[in-house]
């Protein structure tokens, strides 16, 4: 079970530092720049892919911690 845990922890570092950063422009707001980082995006392709297979790492993580606190 630990191993699982361990193969699906870094699977999860992996995928969310693969994720481009929603806050690039995130400096604009503090110097008054016009920025979009509030902004209504869509995702598409990869990075749509990316955040579902983030949203199913981290259930699959969550409850493996689950069932291994129980044993």
């Known amino acids: 079970m630990e191993v699982f845990l361990i193969v699906i922890s870094i ?4 995928v969310v530092l693969l994720q481009s950063g929603k806050a690039e422009g995130a400096g604009n707001i503090v110097m008054g720049g016009n920025s979009e980082l509030f ?15 983030t949203l199913l790492l981290g259930v699959i993580f969550f409850v493996i ?6 044993m």
């Not at 699977?11 to 992996?14: A, E, M, R, S």
């Not at 902004?39 to 297979?53: H, P, Q, T, V």
Request: positive net charge; glycine residues 4%.
């Open 11 to 14: 699977l999860l570092i992996t």
């Open 65 to 70: 911690c689950l069932v291994s606190s129980f």
């Open 39 to 53: 902004a209504n995006r869509k995702e598409r392709g990869m990075e749509l892919f990316l955040s579902r297979m």
